[in-house]
């Protein structure tokens, strides 16, 4: 698979986290808010600030009141204990987290950025605003960062650059404790230590058995672009599946007592006493960026980028039902009378499992359930999003529309001109701006329009009672 751009560049985790990224603050890292302080900005900046005149807590809604709008600079010293260890020259100063630490591999160099890897290899880095300045960025790029602002201001840099993500639908657990079956217990095992820190792993897993067989199967995997989601800090984020389990349970006697069972959670995300699949689609860092984005078609054209699945949700047949495949009459009745499910139904998925909202808006299972911000995309974000069709608003005219256009495509077609991409994009674009002046024209003449009919029928009263 294609491999993230810092990692082809020789970067290893340390070189952008810090030691409380790595090894925790303290906290729960699942239930700590903001728990990795690092962001995209703080080395790379935007078009319009670079990395030192942004805000500490820039791009992290957690950050204090005080700290917004202050431009967070460089740090000149790095604590004390990490003079202890091997710290660059600090040159212009150290760059800063957006949560206000030195990052100690990553210096100012005038207006770029020095980073000292731990490999010892030295890669220098040109923030976005000086890509700008030295008009290095393609248009698609200008345009996606800088002209459209609320992709910066409410995306996360990965919604775009992240290439690929590892998806994992379906999440079939079965514990079968038939004919004696037995597993091994690892939690219990990891908390089995000896003097030397060794656990119970790495020893005899016979000791650890318990009553019950665990297996686990997928329904499916995908390693392409990833559905979009609001994240923790409530910034449109990647999506793929946390842990979507369906429970089978085998009793002693061999007989199911739960099969492909989904718990519901009562009143949470949407769901009222009838509960919200307890199956959930998690707001992530893939770690799988590239200088190249993912196209503005795989997101504003896509369903699966909107939250409706793959293929709208359409990939599988209803898994509500058991499917059996064998003889069949023509209106698909079953004629064996002994046969063998091939899928067994899951009573609680109505739907596929790549899909977590339908076109309602109503949501289909938990999002990123930690934190109260994470959901799928709202509905002001989704109707911006949602460009599917929309060349159906041109071309259903195309080629036999009102007089005009028939003449056009009678000419083209005459004239033997070729509307090849290039093409398309210019006579899109020229429509564009002729469409504008036309309704601004338009707009401006009933504008004037009813301003003289007010002038004159305000002047007139006046004019009658100064008359009288």
Known sequence: MQEDIHYQKGMLCQDCHTSNDL?????LGGTNAAAVEVECQDCHGTTKAYPWELPIGYSDEFATKEAKGKPRGV???????????????????????????????????????????SSGKDIELKPLKLLK???????????????IESHSSKMECYSCHATWAP??????????????????DYLAASHDQDIHGMTGETKDLRKYLIDGQVTETRSYLRWEDPALAQNGEGRVSPAIPGCQTTI???????????????????????????????????????????????TCESCHASDKALGLGVGGGKLNADPSKTTIIDLMSADRKVLPQITDEQLPAIPNLKHDYSQFIDENG??????????????????????????????????KDIPKGDLAISAMAHI???????????????????ILHIGAWLQMTVAAVVILVVGLLLYYFVFKKRVNKSSV
């Not at 090894?23 to 906290?27: E, Q």
Request: hydrophobic share 35%.
């Open 248 to 294: 089978t349970v085998i009793g002693k006697d061999g007989k199911a007592l739960l099969q492909n069972h989904i718990f519901k959670i009562p009143n949470v995300e949407g769901a009222g006493e009838e509960g919200q699949n307890a199956i959930d689609m998690a707001p992530v860092q893939p770690h799988t960026i590239q200088k190249t984005a993912r």
């Open 362 to 395: 109503t949501q289909l299972m938990t999002v990123g359930h930690h934190w109260s911000l994470s959901a799928p995309l709202s509905k002001e974000t989704r109707d911006k999003l949602d460009r599917r069709g929309v060349c159906l608003s041109c071309h």
């Open 412 to 430: 083209a077609k005459m004239a033997n001109v070729k509307i090849d991409n290039k093409e398309h994009a210019g006579i899109l674009n020229k």
């Open 167 to 184: 998806q994992c639908y379906g999440c079939h657990v079965k514990i079968d404790y038939s004919k004696g079956k037995q597993n091994p």
């Open 75 to 117: 740090a000149q010293n790095l604590v004390e204990y990490l003079k202890q260890g091997h710290v660059p020259p600090k040159e212009d100063g150290y760059i800063i987290t957006a949560r206000g630490n030195p990052l100690p591999k990553a210096v100012k160099k005038g207006n770029k950025i020095i980073m000292h890897l």
């Open 133 to 147: 300045e030295q008009e290095a960025l393609t248009q698609a790029g200008l345009l996606a960062m800088d002209t």
């Open 23 to 27: 090894h925790g603050d303290g906290f």
